[in-house]
Every structure is written in structure tokens, then in C-alpha cells.
């Protein structure tokens, strides 16, 4: 299956030291990518272990996603070297009641999830398109669609990305690059963990779930990679929903 190799091809995955980012980056070794790590500090021995396991290469690029006009500053500069594949990744969640939410929780979340996932894509995404040829795929969540519960920052910033990614499809795709968005559903990783902690919400989160248990991040890689390769040259602006089929219930 060629059509799924990375092959030959440079990956910036942001938010890769832990969780899906981590999975994904290994994942995209492992079919064949080099790979640029983007993360607020450089510690990322644990990803980078797993990368030369699977044979790849990376670099590392900090920027603290809180600061969209500091990651802006870094995609300019990014966007001088030929990445074909770009993965937004990197994200933050604050739970707390609307009520609670002050405007400072409201800006971190919104800065983070959006308006860096913007400062980013941008320069990176208009290189692609002027040389014809890109790979976006952007983590969205069960959020773009749904409400949740006291996370509405959160939310608002998820539906936001989905709409962004449509948009984008729709102006890059004639110029060869495909912009598409995966949403995982209840996947381990820190994000989730105080969901998790609470038993009757654990227990709840997993009855609902066609699957019958949580997604771990390696359940989000087979999606990654598809969308970042050959295979997926006509597909763009979609949302992939990787849930375990929570949407269809
Ligand atoms: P995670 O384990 O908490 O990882 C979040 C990643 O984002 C970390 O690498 C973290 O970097 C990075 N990040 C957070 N704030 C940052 C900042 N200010 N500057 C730079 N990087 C920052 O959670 P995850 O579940 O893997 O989340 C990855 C993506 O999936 C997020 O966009 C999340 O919204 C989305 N998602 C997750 C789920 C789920 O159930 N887990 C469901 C739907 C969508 P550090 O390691 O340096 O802190």
C-alpha cells in the first residue's frame, strides 16, 4: 500500500511530548517521515526515543501555543522550509461552569486551540499552496459537534477549528493541498484524566461508547497517516470522526 507510505516527506506535529501528538508523531516515523517536533520546551526524550526506534529523525522547535503572535513568529519562520505535512495538535482544556469561567480561562483556551492553530497554519499552509502540494490535518474532537459539559471554551474553540478546516479546504484544495480534521473521541491521555478519575463519569463515558472502552492514542494513528498521505488526495474539509462510534449513537 504505497499510497500510505510518508516516505521522503517532512511532518511538523505540535503538542507531540505527550498524548495523541506523541502517537502520532511515532506513528508518521514509523510510515516512513521525517519529522519536525513543535512543543513549549524541548524536553521531548520520550517521542524522540520512539522515532529513532522506528528508524526516523527529528528536530524540535519550541513555542508556548498561549502566545499566538510567538508561534506566528515560528511558523514565518517554518514556512521557509518545505514542510508537506502539517498536524495541529497541540491543545488545552479548562473545565469549569460557564458561570466559573473567567476571561482569562476563556482567552488561554481560545488562544491556544484557535488562534495558534491559526498563527500556525497560515504561513505554513500558503508555502504549501504556492508550491502546489500540502497535508493539513488539524485534531478536532467530539466538541466540534456536540455541546459537553462545563468546557465551553473548550467547545467554542473545537467548532471553530472544524469550521476553519473547511474553510481552508476550500481555498487551498485548488492549489493541490487538502486540509482535513480528525475528532477523537474519549481517548486516555491527560486531557481526559480528571474525566477519569470520577468513576460514575468514567463508567458513564464508557457505557455510551459502541466500542465498549476508551480510545488510547494509538487508535488515533491509522486516521493520521491516512490523511497525510497519497490515499487521502481526494479527500478535503472533512471531519473524521475516530470514536469508537460515539457519533453514531
Ligand atoms: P495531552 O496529553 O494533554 O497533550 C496536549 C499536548 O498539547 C501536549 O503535548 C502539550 O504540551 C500541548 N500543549 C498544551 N498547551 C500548550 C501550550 N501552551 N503550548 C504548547 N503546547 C501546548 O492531551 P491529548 O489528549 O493528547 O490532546 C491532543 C489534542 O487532542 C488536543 O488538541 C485535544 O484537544 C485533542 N483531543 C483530545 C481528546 C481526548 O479525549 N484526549 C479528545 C478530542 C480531542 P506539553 O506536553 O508541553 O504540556
Known amino acids: 500500500m504505497t499510497s500510505f507510505s510518508l516516505a521522503g516527506r517532512t511532518a511538523l506535529v505540535t503538542g507531540a511530548r505527550r ?16 519529522l519536525i517536533l513543535m512543543a513549549r520546551d524541548a524536553a521531548l526524550e520520550d517521542t524522540l526515543e520512539e522515532i529513532k526506534q ?16 510567538a508561534v506566528e513568529r515560528a511558523g514565518v519562520e517554518l514556512a521557509s522550509r518545505k514542510i508537506d505535512i502539517l498536524v495541529n495538535n497541540a491543545g488545552t482544556i479548562r473545565r469549569a461552569p460557564a458561570a466559573e469561567t473567567s476571561i482569562d480561562d476563556w482567552q488561554h483556551v ?3 486551540n484557535l488562534n495558534s492553530t491559526w498563527a500556525l497554519t497560515r504561513p505554513i499552509g500558503a508555502a504549501m499552496a504556492r508550491r502546489g502540494a500540502g497535508k493539513i490535518v ?11 459539559i462545563t468546557v465551553p471554551a473548550y467547545t467554542a474553540s473545537k467548532h471553530a477549528v472544524a469550521g476553519l478546516t473547511r474553510a481552508l479546504a476550500n ?42 472502552r476508551w480510545g488510547r492514542p494509538e487508535d488515533i494513528v491509522g486516521a493520521a497517516v491516512f490523511l497525510a498521505s497519497a490515499a487521502s488526495d481526494y479527500v478535503n474539509g ?6 469508537g462510534g460515539w457519533l453514531a449513537r
Open 19 to 34: 498524548g495523541i501528538g506523541a502517537a502520532i508523531a511515532a506513528g508518521y516515523a514509523a510510515a516512513g517521515a521525517e
Open 54 to 69: 522506528y528508524g526516523g529523525s527529528a528536530s524540535v522547535v519550541t513555542a508556548d501555543f498561549a502566545d499566538p503572535s
Open 110 to 112: 481560545i488562544d491556544v
Open 138 to 148: 488539524t485534531i478536532a474532537s467530539l466538541l466540534s459537534f456536540q455541546g459537553g
Open 171 to 212: 481555498e487551498w484544495g485548488p492549489a493541490g493541498v487538502q486540509v482535513n480534521a480528525i475528532a477523537p473521541g474519549y481517548i486516555s491521555t491527560d486531557n481526559t484524566a480528571e474525566l477519569r478519575a470520577n468513576p460514575a463519569r468514567e463508567a458513564a463515558i464508557r457505557e455510551r461508547i459502541p466500542a465498549g
Open 238 to 243: 472533512h471531519v473524521l470522526a475516530v470514536d
